[in-house]
Every structure is written in structure tokens, then in C-alpha cells.
């Protein structure tokens, strides 16, 4: 019941600063085949000045290692707000869908993924795609672990 709560409430504020239209978004991710173990990532968005707004959706199962989420968890403490899974494994595709405000695109926002593997360099903002017009429908590409993402 916490979960879904939590999960009220964090759709809640990023759908709240449009009042009036929301935007249903569906994020699909594919990593690369980088041969280790499963991915923790942390999917949130940042406003224009960068601060953390909330938390999309969180991969791996052990909280013990969210601190190698080092962006997200230096914003949040680790403390988990949204949808949470197992982590993704190595080639694997994750697929997420959310409401967002309008106001938030083509406003500064951003969508942020930190990816993290176990005996692996972490990669703190593995990918950061700006809430855009023009983001939608475009394939955007990680630095580390992430192959892809694509928004619609």
C-alpha cells in the first residue's frame, strides 16, 4: 500500500504543474552487452537548474547498493519514491510508462538514468535526455550501459 501511495503522489507532482493536460509517456531502454551481472538504475527527473525533481522508476532488488546510483542517491539518500524492479541484465530491454505534465516539456526538465554493475565502473547519468518536442520519437544513446532510449 506504501508503494502505491508513494507512487500517487510522486505522478501527482510531476502532472500537477500542467493542471490542466498530462501527457502519457512510455520510455523503452535496451543496454548493451557489456557481459556482467544485472543493471540497478534509477530513472528521475532534474528541472532546468538540474535539481531533482523525483523518482520514475528504480531497477535492482538490494537497496544496499543504490548508493553506487551516486546522482540519484545523492539526491534522494537512497530513499526509493516510484515503481521499483529487478534489475535489467546485460542486453536486456525495460519499459516504462508514466504521466507528465505538459508544462514540463520544452521547459528545461530532463530525464536522467544513473546505471550501476556489479565489478564495474558505475556511470552516474549513464544517459540525460532533455524533456523535449523533439525527444519524442528519437532514439538517444547512453555513455556506458546503456545502448538506447527511446520516448513516445
Do not use: C
Amino acid at each position: 500500500m506504501k508503494k502505491i501511495l508513494t507512487a500517487l503522489a510522486l505522478t501527482t507532482a510531476l502532472v500537477m504543474p500542467g493542471t490542466v493536460m498530462a501527457r502519457n509517456v512510455t520510455l523503452t531502454g535496451i543496454l548493451k552487452n557489456y557481459g556482467g551481472d544485472g543493471a540497478y538504475l534509477a530513472v528521475y527527473i532534474t528541472n532546468a537548474n538540474g535539481s531533482y525533481v523525483g523518482t520514475l522508476w528504480l531497477a535492482g532488488g538490494k537497496s544496499k547498493y543504490y548508493n553506487s546510483l551516486s546522482h540519484w542517491y545523492r539526491a534522494t539518500g537512497g530513499a526509493t519514491s516510484g515503481v521499483t524492479a529487478a534489475s535489467v541484465g546485460s542486453g536486456r530491454s525495460f519499459q516504462i510508462t508514466f504521466d507528465i505534465a505538459d508544462a514540463l516539456i520544452d521547459s528545461g526538465y530532463q530525464i536522467r538514468i544513473d546505471a550501476s554493475v556489479e565489478n564495474f565502473r558505475d556511470a552516474p547519468s549513464d544517459i540525460i535526455i532533455p524533456l523535449t518536442s523533439e525527444s519524442f520519437g528519437t532514439a538517444n544513446s547512453g555513455r556506458r550501459y546503456i545502448r538506447s532510449v527511446f520516448l513516445q
